[in-house]
């Protein structure tokens, strides 16, 4: 493993007191001694974070040159000062825009025309100032656009607080609503809204009705969910004829509905839910359109009408395929766009819905992403769509249904002369152990060699069915212009390759992510791109949990492994039902009080597979206010890690002690971030030395 002088060998690490907890099910007996670092109120544990903090900035304070020099160079591509596309609604035009020097975004529109005068609705700074940490929630104007509603989380914590704009006076409403999620509908009478709220484990899982001016605490419950395995998701179509409200885990889901013009009324359910069946709803007309797996593992479209929504009335629209995974479908006043995945990349086609004729819209790169963008208009012949790939900036079109011709809005702009063709991208394929093809995504310096010398970061995730988006970021020219090959490992437990994709990467087949990742890296490696000494791995989250136990099984493997807020104490956290990972998590990992799950996981879970032997050169990082992946993980990780492992290579924890789950919220901060973790790859892999 790499060695440098510089490093700051007189710098003692912290060593966390053992306290140890006996965890027994099942006849299996686990000792766990840094159990006790679950206490964030216990001052020991922030003592500790604090501490290893102060290791991991006094290891990494010979970077802090190139730290600086990286976060210039990224800054500098950036346009600070920009402007989204604005979109339409009705005699409005919507759009965000930043300035330079200003953390976050300011939302504004005009109205009948782009040349009129701007109107300010909020200014994120502005609601930013005073807090280390500042997110938006949701953010939904009333049907009239009159009134803003709004919510804030300040913590990192995903607990948000709602509130009322009128948009005339720019005065706050009164009503202010604490503890809120992601989801706000409002009803076409303009003044009352439903919203859910979230119980101790951050699971969204009521339901209320609000009217605005009325107290909040008079607020009607609509709906209780009180199974822990589901949460709710509130929505509207976009015909603004009805409001959806989804119950759903990750293998089964309901749809009840409501006219938007009766917001008084009773929400009354499409179908009922059935274990393992999954649907999502549109509305066109006098029909439902229903995207489902029923009897079809990659899914299939059906409709039935609206006065008669029982399943004996859906008729099929879309048979299931094989070979094609339908993702969504999204319905205009003439069409409907059909999202779909096959040979693992994302298309889409438009079909008439008076006479069925379709086209279809295709791309020129062998990598790509491409997804539907802000379409806030049902009567309307265009579909906004984004694009991207590694090579190509993000770009928005707008294209024509009726005359299948595409115009490009804008792309994102990077500044400093970037030019495309010095950089080639392709999409290659590894081949598993039992025969399985894995995808790569792979993007490098167009006058490369195969031989074995060039260091390489590949990312990875494999879980929850998220097919890795193949997006651009500025921000790795800074890795290509230094010779770094850039890579993405479209594991086993995403949906890039179609549903059974997914299915055959989770529950007792979960191992299969941790051998498809470690088949690309092998293959990388064989075919020149990289060698073993000169690998960094990097993973967020699940993602997390794939560099833990990719790092058990084969630490010979990489060079440096950066691992974000990981989910790595897996089998602990998912037994205990008070955390958010834990009865929801089920559906993807298994309930380990059934002795088969229990055993499996164990086998695998970063935490409890960590040995006496060398490992790589670790970056971890934490959020203290993580609500997804608490910051005992990551910190139990490091302590037992540090404890056991046998070699002399670096393992620095960096905790975010005012930020949750996604790290800093500012666009400059979360830059510090990124560059911090880019020095250590640098530094690891010894890039530019």
Not at 93 to 116: F, H, M, V, W
Request: proline share 4%.
């Amino acid at each position: 493993m790499n060695t440098d002088s510089h490093l700051q060998t007189n710098v003692v690490p912290p060593v966390a007191e053992k306290q140890p907890q006996i965890l027994e099910l099942h006849g299996d007996r686990r000792v766990d001694n840094y159990f006790w670092m679950r206490d964030q109120e216990n001052p020991q544990v922030i003592s500790y974070l604090e501490a290893e903090n102060a290791y991991t900035d006094a290891m990494m304070q010979h970077t802090q040159g190139l730290q600086t020099q990286l976060y210039e160079e990224i800054l500098a591509r950036i346009k600070e000062r920009d402007l989204s596309v604005p979109y339409r609604k009705d005699d409005y035009y919507y759009y965000s825009r930043t300035e330079e020097g200003k953390a976050y975004p300011i939302y504004c529109r005009k109205r009948g025309s782009l040349d009129a005068g701007e109107e300010v609705l909020l200014d994120q700074n502005q609601l930013a100032n005073g807090h280390e940490f500042c997110d938006l929630g949701v953010l939904a104007v009333s049907p009239n656009h009159q009134i803003l509603a709004y919510s804030t989380d300040t913590t990192g914590a995903e607990r948000y607080t709602l509130f009322f704009l009128d948009l005339n006076s720019h005065e706050l409403y009164a009503d202010i609503i604490e503890d809120t999620y992601f989801s706000l509908v409002w009803a076409n009478d303009n003044k009352t809204v439903f919203y859910t709220t979230i119980d101790d484990a951050n699971r969204p899982f009521k339901l209320f009705r609000h009217t605005l001016g009325c107290d909040v605490a008079d607020d009607e419950l609509i709906y209780h969910e009180p199974d822990d395995g589901y949460h709710l998701y509130v929505d509207k179509t976009r015909s603004q004829e009805y409001l959806l409200l989804t119950v759903g885990g990750s293998i089964t889901s309901e749809i009840h509905y409501l006219k938007a013009d009766n917001p008084f009324g009773e929400f009354e359910v499409i179908a009922p839910r059935d274990t393992g069946i999954l649907y999502d709803v549109e509305h066109h007309s006098d029909y439902f359109y229903i995207v489902t797996n029923e009897t079809a593992i990659n899914f299939k479209l059906m409709r039935t009408p609206i006065t008669a929504i029982g399943k004996d009335n859906w008729q099929t629209v879309i048979p299931h395929r094989q070979d094609v995974r339908l993702s969504e479908v999204s319905a205009f006043v003439n069409h409907l766009v059909i999202y779909e995945r096959k040979g693992g990349l994302p298309t889409a086609r438009i079909q008439n819905i008076a006479t069925g004729a379709e086209n279809q819209i295709t791309f020129p790169e062998p990598t790509y992403d491409f997804e539907e963008d802000t379409n806030a208009e049902f009567n309307t012949n265009i579909l906004r769509f984004s694009y991207t790939s590694l090579i190509t900036p993000p770009s928005v079109f707008d294209y024509d249904m009726d005359t299948n011709q595409r115009e490009l809005k804008k792309e994102t702009e990077v500044l400093g002369g970037y030019d495309r063709t010095q950089y080639r991208s392709e999409w290659l394929m590894a081949t598993a152990d039992d025969g399985t093809s894995v995808p790569i995504s792979i993007v490098y310096p167009r006058d490369i060699k195969q031989d074995g010398t060039n260091p390489l970061f590949m990312l990875g995730y494999g879980s929850y069915g998220y097919s890795y988006p193949v997006t651009f970021a500025s921000d790795i020219l800074s890795l290509l212009d230094r010779g770094v090959v850039f890579a993405i490992a479209h594991v086993r437990g995403g949906e890039e390759m179609g549903r059974q994709w997914y299915e055959e990467g989770k529950f007792l087949h979960k191992k299969n992510t941790f051998t498809d990742f470690i088949t690309c890296a092998e293959y990388l490696i064989a075919q020149g791109w990289t060698a073993s000494d000169r690998l960094a791995i990097s993973g967020g989250s699940a993602g997390g949990l794939l560099m833990g136990a990719v790092m058990n099984m084969r630490p010979d493997l990489f060079q440096a492994v950066v691992a974000r807020v990981p989910f790595v104490d897996v089998l602990t956290t998912i037994l205990d039902t008070s955390l958010p990972l834990s009865v929801m998590e089920w559906e993807e990992w298994g309930n380990p009080n059934e002795k088969a799950y229990y055993d499996y996981l164990k086998s695998y879970s970063p935490y409890d597979n960590v040995e006496a032997k060398d490992y790589p050169d670790i970056l971890i990082t934490a959020g203290l206010n993580d609500s997804r992946v608490k910051y005992w993980e990551p910190a139990k990780w490091t302590a037992k890690l540090r404890d056991m492992k046998t070699d002399e290579n670096i393992l620095l924890l960096k905790t975010n002690m005012g930020a949750g789950h996604s790290g800093a919220s500012g666009r400059y901060e979360s830059l510090k971030e990124l560059v911090f973790e880019y020095a250590f790859v640098f530094d690891r892999l010894g890039v530019g030395k």
